[in-house]
């Protein structure tokens, strides 16, 4: 059986040079990017003369490559070819080791295991990496009083920093594993439909928006757990969960629902969109000599990042106020929670918890970002997929 796969490696004027892989006796593989017609025989070249110019299928032990117009044309569009064609070489070489096989000719269902596997990894390794800054500003957003730091350690000590941990990642593992799944399929599509001077801004905003939408689903109920968790309020991830359907019903498990959109769809949208930009300009940087490391993509991760930390601090606070109020209904919106916070306490408590956020969100970026990437080769690898590249 013979087993081929193919890689584009050069686009120009619309025709195809392809190499296709082959892993069995020889054949001839042609084909024409406008007619899709195929050609095979047990012959080890042919050609066909278009003016001076060879067009063809050059098989070897490893591969076999193919130069455009190949298919059955008549003379008039065999001349056609050969003006566009006039300055292209005869033949492109590769290396049978670089050749890919297209994610087309792989069962659907592995892509999306891969992305499934990649999200859930990434997710669970930055928030176990950093659930401790993550209490330390949940703490300090929830202060009313002063008090700082040291008044948080005293009230729990260490320990209490891990409040809540076990529990948040059971709900951390399917939110990232949806969201991953969710943004590579939408990233494509956007790719495909908008131009190319767009594509690069509009393809991850939109993925990384619709991507937070369908994952806050999970991610909501997850994160009021945790914060009432951190708060001090429960001390098991079950007990809260049942206590809270006890007393607020299930709209107590989406508590703060509108602000946690109104901080995570900008939020990923805007960090996504920063992430893909740096490793388009980067990529440009290296001119094709090489993929994006692992070093390069932490320190990547870990710009995107902040910026995105910090301009959307004021939403984080806001959401925090309203998942953690519970019965109480000191706050009743967004608007409200807003206005009474600016009457009360002032313009600066939208920032308050900014340094251990911006801290933990630049922290998580780098991590997130490296572990995403090293989870998708890895993955891939395991699922007999192309291997993803660092640079787009």
Known sequence: MAVSARRRLVNLNEDQWQVDLQIASPKIVCASSKTHERHEGNASMTSHRAGRHAAGTLVLPFAAITIPGFAAQSHAEKDATHQKSRAQPHFVVASGSNVAAPSGDMPAWRSIAANLAAGATAGCAVEAALYPIDTIKTRLQLATTGGGLRALFKSGGGKALYAGLVGNLVGVAPST??????YEPIKQAVN????????HVLAPLI?????????????VPTEVVKQRMQ????RGA???????????????MYAGYGSFLLRDLP???IEFVSYEQLKRAYAVTLGGTRE????ETAAMG???GAVTGILTTPFDVLKTRLMTQGSSGTYKNVGDCAIKIWQQEGWKTFFKGWEPRVLWISIGGCVFFSALEASKTFYHERLGLPPPSRSH
Request: glycine share 8%.
């Open 231 to 234: 708060s001090g309020e429960f």
């Open 267 to 269: 939020f990923d949208a």
């Open 292 to 295: 994006i490391n692992a070093a």
């Open 238 to 252: 079950i007990q809260a969960v049942k206590s809270i359907l006890a007393k607020e019903g299930a709209r107590g």
């Open 192 to 199: 495909d439909r908008v131009p190319s001077e767009r594509r």
């Open 302 to 304: 870990a710009l995107a």
């Open 207 to 219: 993925a990384g928006a619709t991507s937070g939408l369908v994952a806050s689903l999970i991610r």
């Open 177 to 182: 594993a949806v969201f991953m799944a969710v």
